[in-house]
């Protein structure tokens, strides 16, 4: 199979990621220090580096049938959460990732904090701000890239998609110096879903014995057909929605109490 | 103890998230498939069948009530 699938989807998934650790950095760097910041995602990117050196060369090990069961089962559940999410996002039942608005947040929350200083940390609050913020969504970076280049082996290719996720996105940070607010997240995350579940599905397949109709080809069929059921169930909610809320609309119009808007789950 | 339990916590969150129920389905399916394979059948579809439905299962559980 081509490397392009491979480099685009790991591309995309840090993409995004990188652009929520983005957000915190900046809030971070702005309103606190940036020396402090800096130090904290310096850390952060210290213990990345480690986690993919000690992991990476592990996983080139392992056979690639027990590989691509074992990953193929942790892409496919971690890829149907993703999924699950973008769902409830594009169909209104989950509030969209707002990065605006979680930049005002942080940044209130990092102006009330006081100031101590710790070893050769000056702002110890921007640099655990900065630290947890790259850690948490490297680490999600770091999981995508790995398992999908060590299903294929091609560890190699999928660094080259994450490495050139984070340079863009650091890159247009620079340049805006503001949280990436247009970036189409929900979009992009229902995009590396479909991908993460289809080749997680193919994967535990095979791992489990399965020999797929026409090998490699059969993605072709099962990566449009998640992709179906994915805007499938979009629908369905949205109708559903819309068929809910239409007797209220009523209601309301003529003088009546609704049962108020649909409570958005927890943002995470 | 606490470190180790918020360190499964934490793993625990990252890959399996609010709804358990899809992987146990997804784990279940793929144990139904080697199962299967071992008795002879070739059962490429049992898999991406179900993380289809576990998925339709999670949304209807995740928006029931919400409306």
């Not at chain 1, 952060?44 to 027990?66: K, M, N």
């Not at chain 1, 099962?222 to 949205?238: D, H, K, N, Q, S």
């Not at chain 2, 439905?53 to 409306?67: H, Q």
Request: net charge positive; aromatic share 8%.
């Amino acid at each position: 199979m081509t490397e392009l699938p491979l480099v685009l989807t790991v591309f995309v998934a840090c993409a995004v990621e990188a652009v929520e650790a983005l957000t915190i950095v900046l809030a971070a760097g702005l309103t606190r220090e940036w020396r402090s910041t800096f130090q904290g995602m310096g850390v952060a990117l210290v213990v990345l580096a480690a986690v993919i050196a000690i992991v990476g060369p592990a996983l080139t090990l392992i056979p690639l049938q027990p590989l691509r069961l074992v990953v193929g089962a942790l892409l496919a559940v971690f890829g149907l959460q993703w999924l699950r999410k973008a769902v409830l996002r594009a169909s209104g039942y989950k509030e969209l990732h707002d990065e605006t608005g979680i930049y005002a947040r942080q940044v209130a929350a990092a102006e009330a904090a006081g100031t101590s200083r710790r070893g050769w940390v000056h702002d110890w609050y921007a640099f655990t701000l900065s630290f947890k913020g790259v850690l948490l969504e490297g680490l999600e970076v770091v999981f995508i890239a790995l398992t999908f280049g060590a299903s294929q082996h091609s560890i190699g290719w999928a660094a080259v998609g994450a490495t050139a996720a984070v340079v863009v996105v650091t890159v247009v940070g620079i340049a805006v110096r503001a949280p990436l607010a247009r970036v189409p997240e929900n979009s992009m995350k229902f995009a590396v879903g479909v991908m993460l579940t289809s080749f997680g599905v193919f994967w535990a397949a095979e791992g489990a014995g399965v020999a797929w109709p026409g090998n490699d080809a059969a993605l072709l069929i099962i990566v449009p057909a998640t992709l179906l059921a994915g805007l499938g169930y979009v629908t369905v909610l949205r109708r559903a929605r819309q068929a809910a809320a239409a007797p209220v609309a009523v209601a309301v119009a003529s003088g009546g109490h609704g049962p108020g808007p649909v409570r958005p789950e927890e943002e995470r | 103890m606490r470190r180790l339990r918020a360190f499964g916590a934490f793993w625990y969150d990252f890959v399996i998230g609010d709804d358990w129920r899809g992987a146990a389905v997804v784990a279940a399916a793929i144990a139904a498939t080697a199962a299967l394979v071992a008795a002879g059948v070739n059962a490429w579809w049992l898999l991406p069948v179900s993380a289809l439905a576990a998925l339709g299962w999670s949304l209807r559980r995740a928006t029931a009530g919400k409306n």
